[in-house]
């Protein structure tokens, strides 16, 4: 079993900044790799950006060069730092990963990012 724990959201202007924290009850070398998502009201849940055990990242054109995600290997811990935000960055941010023989879905509860024009 796995429990992901999100934190670090709230309401900012837009062009501010938020810094977003997952904290695993895991060793996060135990994943290959911990993602965050995004869903805003009535669309889909997104990838934003995803760093694999190995530290190589992945993020989603819409954040690139605002968002920026790494990890605290002794704290168990990956962070999502949030620059330069939008009103689109509007969202309940997700904190995802996979684990086990199955590899099954873990998630957060979610956090609340809300960006004021």
């Known amino acids: 079993q796995v429990q992901l724990v999100e934190s670090g959201g709230g309401l900012v202007q837009a062009g501010g900044s938020l810094r977003l924290s997952c904290a695993a009850s895991?060793?996060?070398?135990?994943?290959?790799?911990i993602d965050w998502y995004r869903q805003a009201p009535g669309k889909q849940r997104d990838l934003v950006a995803a760093?694999?055990?190995?530290?190589?990242?992945n993020y989603a054109d819409s954040v690139k060069g605002r968002f920026t995600i790494s990890r605290d290997n002794r704290k168990n811990t990956v962070y999502l730092q949030m620059n330069n935000l939008k009103p689109e960055d509007t969202a309940v941010y997700y904190c995802?990963?996979?684990?086990?023989?199955?590899?099954?879905?873990?998630w957060g509860q979610g956090t609340q990012v809300t960006v004021s024009s």
């Open positions: 995802h990963t996979n684990y086990g023989f199955l590899q099954s879905d873990y």
């Open positions: 895991r060793s996060i070398f135990s994943f290959n790799a």
């Open positions: 760093i694999t055990s190995g530290g190589t990242t």
